[in-house]
């Protein structure tokens, strides 16, 4: 039988329930079953406050049910506890729930209860005032999962892959913590990745170089030349068809794309400009590294929209389509 994915709340006052309703309307579109950890009688007053037909089953905590259950109707696993928070406007309180739903989704992947994570936006603020100490999800679900080295965090979509080597911080501080080391590591993440989970038997990691122009050979800095041109040459002699740097306002455009399958960047910005830019709605923000799959919608709670039953699940969809591919992939292994 088909293990189902693991779909976790998110903070319950943004769009991550109405979009996980939405995604099961949907499930004649190929979407894989999945299950969602939540609070059963917040998403029934959900559905019925926006006029959708959702039936829901609650499921045990075998998840055996999710997958038989998907198709008439949405398999909910408790929480074990009532989020607060209204529309748009979250409740301190309910962090404990919002990590507790990513606490379970993990415990049900590594016991092979779910074939693989998806997780609903968070809000790190709110996360932050409740004393959540970690920069975002990915280094939660690192800690999680035992990892010794850090994740790796890749956008990816059918017209573009991106890594960000540096990705939460200020640009000052991006540029002055970027290194050879740093680069390597995440050059090395993604080749297995792509190897492994995206079924890529010789993979092409196109590195962008830092400053404009990759540094015009040090008239623009020298970072280029000290730090990213010797971590390509330590991923080459590891094998890894590592190319560059290259200049990032070039790389980009299509017939560039075609030249690659990941593109390594030195910055946020540098990395998710480009694939936002390109597909917005349905880009997947996916942590590399890990024991096991995790992916997510590229987007975030949207506080402005939550409750009005506009939001777009498209982002959502294409989480849940190519966590099912990973999983599949791996399983062939």
């Not at 606490?103 to 004393?131: E, M, S």
């Not at 079924?199 to 020298?222: C, D, F, K, Q, S």
């Not at 990941?262 to 996916?286: E, R």
């Amino acid at each position: 039988m088909q293990l189902p994915l693991a779909l976790t709340m998110g903070e319950p006052a943004g769009i991550g329930g109405e979009i996980a309703l939405q995604a099961w309307l949907r499930r004649g579109e190929g979407v894989p079953p999945f299950y969602l950890i939540d609070d059963p009688d917040r998403i029934a007053r959900l559905a019925a406050k926006l006029g959708w037909t959702v039936p829901s089953r609650t499921i045990g905590d075998s998840r055996d049910a999710a997958a038989d259950a998907f198709a008439e109707a949405l398999p909910i696993a408790p929480l074990g506890g009532s989020p607060a928070a209204g529309a748009g406007r979250p409740d301190p309180g309910d962090q404990k729930l919002v990590l507790r739903a990513i606490d379970l989704a993990v415990a049900d992947v590594r016991a092979g209860r779910a074939a693989a994570l998806v997780t609903n936006p968070i809000n790190k603020d709110a996360l932050y005032r409740a004393g959540f100490h970690h920069p975002g999800h990915t280094e939660y679900l690192a800690e999680l999962a035992g990892s010794r080295e850090p994740a790796v965090m890749m956008l990816a979509s059918p017209q573009l892959r991106v890594v960000p080597v540096t990705i939460h911080l200020a640009l000052r501080e991006a540029i002055a913590t970027l290194s050879s080391a740093a680069i390597v590591h995440a050059g090395r993440i993604v080749d297995a990745a792509l190897r492994r989970d995206f079924g890529i038997a010789a993979p092409v990691i196109a590195v962008a170089g830092l400053n404009p122009h990759a540094g015009e050979a040090g008239g623009l800095g020298r970072e280029d030349i000290d730090i990213v041109a010797p971590a390509i040459e330590t991923l080459r002699r590891a094998g890894i068809d590592a190319r560059g740097p290259l200049a990032a306002d070039t790389m980009f455009h299509a017939a560039a794309r075609r030249g690659y399958d990941a593109a390594l960047c030195m910055y946020h910005d540098q990395a998710l400009i480009p694939i936002k830019t390109l597909d917005f709605d349905g880009a997947v923000n996916v942590t590399l590294g890990l024991s096991f799959i995790r992916t997510s919608p590229d987007h975030g709670t949207a506080f402005d929209i939550a409750g009005k039953g506009i939001a777009r699940p498209d982002s959502l969809i294409a989480a849940l389509k190519l966590a099912a591919e990973m999983a599949e992939r791996r399983n062939q292994r």
